[in-house]
């Protein structure tokens, strides 16, 4: 079975642009969260979604928007880019979207620069 | 609100000597904690995870952790340490209450020398 998959691998953007990132969760699993990992840091929460809602996001500015589409796949946008931005974006999806004790699976992230 | 700190930012150690990575946490509230392994240009993978029950975890790859509620901590060890496992470890904690987020430490660098 195909894990969690991610596109772009890699992308450099310059300051102001947008980007968007996109996720596909293992199959069956309905819930897709999304992590900023800046070198030589542990990666941080941005959002989780969880059949097609938003149900928590973390410390990150209104540049930042996410949606989940009825085939659980998601999309992480942001908006006029700062040098701050160049990180690794790593997405997760798990069967459910609350509580229990179920695994996060990751991605290998999309590795974004911003020149 | 959950916090995770790894005190050790690189731990070099040579090929079949024991290791041990260290994570304390802060919580207001029972936590789930885990460990994630990150090799070069990958994601993360998990290693182990304590939910409940027995404090000593044992995980993928020899590693083992344990969980010592009164000094709120959870380190890694691995008995004998090959090559391969150099990379970066992150100890994560999650809420019990909330949903699947994961607040995760700064992570350790593991070097491990012929």
């Known amino acids: 079975d195909a894990g969690v998959t991610q596109s772009p691998t890699h992308l450099i953007k310059t300051r102001g642009q947008h980007v968007t990132l996109r996720c596909s969760p293992i199959s069956g699993h309905k819930s897709v969260s999304w992590y900023q990992q800046v070198l030589g840091q542990g990666p941080q929460f941005i959002f989780q979604?969880?059949?097609?809602?938003?149900?928590g996001r973390g410390n990150f500015p209104d540049r930042f928007s996410a949606r989940q589409f009825p085939n659980y796949s998601s999309e992480l946008n942001v908006n006029a880019l700062l040098l701050g931005d160049s990180a690794l974006y790593l997405c997760a999806s798990s069967l459910a979207g609350a509580r229990g004790t179920g695994e996060l699976f990751f991605g290998e992230g999309s590795r974004l620069t911003v020149l | 609100a959950q916090s995770v700190t790894q005190l050790d930012s690189q731990v070099p150690v040579f090929e079949e000597a024991p290791v041990e990575l260290r994570c304390n946490y802060s919580s207001s509230v029972s936590v789930y904690l885990f460990w994630y392994v990150q090799y070069p240009n990958q994601g993360l993978q998990l290693l182990l995870k304590y939910l409940s029950g027995s404090t000593l975890v044992k995980g993928i790859n020899g590693f083992e952790a344990e969980f010592n509620k009164s000094q709120t901590s959870f380190h890694l060890r691995k008995p004998s340490v090959h090559i391969s496992d150099t990379a970066e470890y992150f100890c994560a904690v999650r809420a019990m209450d909330s949903s699947y987020k994961l607040i995760f430490g700064s992570g350790t660098r593991l070097l491990v020398r012929p």
């Open positions: 979604y969880y059949e097609k809602e938003e149900r």
